[in-house]
């Protein structure tokens, strides 16, 4: 399988310094994240300068969903999406609002990407042509070995772990004594369904898994 370990992926203070990590603690990871335009700082003021047309991605729960017809009789949506920090104004058009209608619910946890929307005496509004829930973003499988050793003696159960249960979350390797990380390439990555982390918990130890 591609991605193996080697004693020349290990860890150094000299260099190779990205395979020096430290293993996240299992348990729930908390993935609400924070609302946020790709933004520009003003270096006088330190305020966030937004731009009209600017190109942005905002994450965070969708509220206050409103239905309207366009001139041209289509429907579209008018929303609002918040997170901890603050809430924002969106406008899902008709295109981006057939094709995502059954994700656009009430509460749901969302990344919209589109374009900033100023208008004098107003917030701005995001004008949104791609919705993404947050599950549907690739997460990080985290599987810790305790060494070197450990991971060739199960390396043959990862193969099959990984073979039978293939997906678009990237698998992590994690040898703990001697400081390796891996990341398995992106064609062989795993669907991180609940029953497949579980199944992942049974072969390699429960407290060797991490699910980010």
């Known amino acids: 399988m591609a991605g193996q370990l080697s004693l020349f992926d290990l860890a150094d203070d000299a260099g190779k310094k990205e395979f020096s990590v430290s293993y996240p603690e299992v348990g729930e990871y908390d993935r609400d994240l924070k609302l ?11 305020e966030t300068v937004v731009r009209d047309r600017q190109h942005a991605v905002i994450g965070g729960l969708l509220r206050n969903l409103k239905t309207r017809y366009t001139k041209k009789n289509e429907l579209m949506l008018n929303a609002v999406l918040e997170d901890l920090t603050g809430s924002c104004e969106v406008l899902i058009w008709p295109k981006a609002y057939e094709e995502n209608r059954d994700k656009l619910q009430e509460d749901a946890k969302l990344f919209l990407e589109g374009n900033v929307r100023l208008q004098e005496d107003r917030d701005a509004v995001l004008a949104v042509d791609k919705v993404i829930l947050f599950d549907d973003m690739p997460r990080n499988l985290w599987i810790r070995f305790a060494s070197l050793e450990e991971y060739e003696e199960k390396k043959e159960a990862l193969d ?34 609940e029953e497949n982390v579980a199944l992942a918990g049974t072969l390699f130890g429960s407290r060797n898994v991490s699910l980010q």
Do not use: W
């Open 160 to 193: 099959r772990f990984v073979d039978e249960h293939g997906g678009q979350d990237q698998v992590i390797v994690y040898v703990a004594k001697e400081k390796a990380m891996k990341r398995l390439p992106s064609g062989q990555g795993v669907r991180a369904s």
């Open 36 to 46: 946020s335009f790709e933004k520009e700082v003003d270096e006088d003021t330190g």
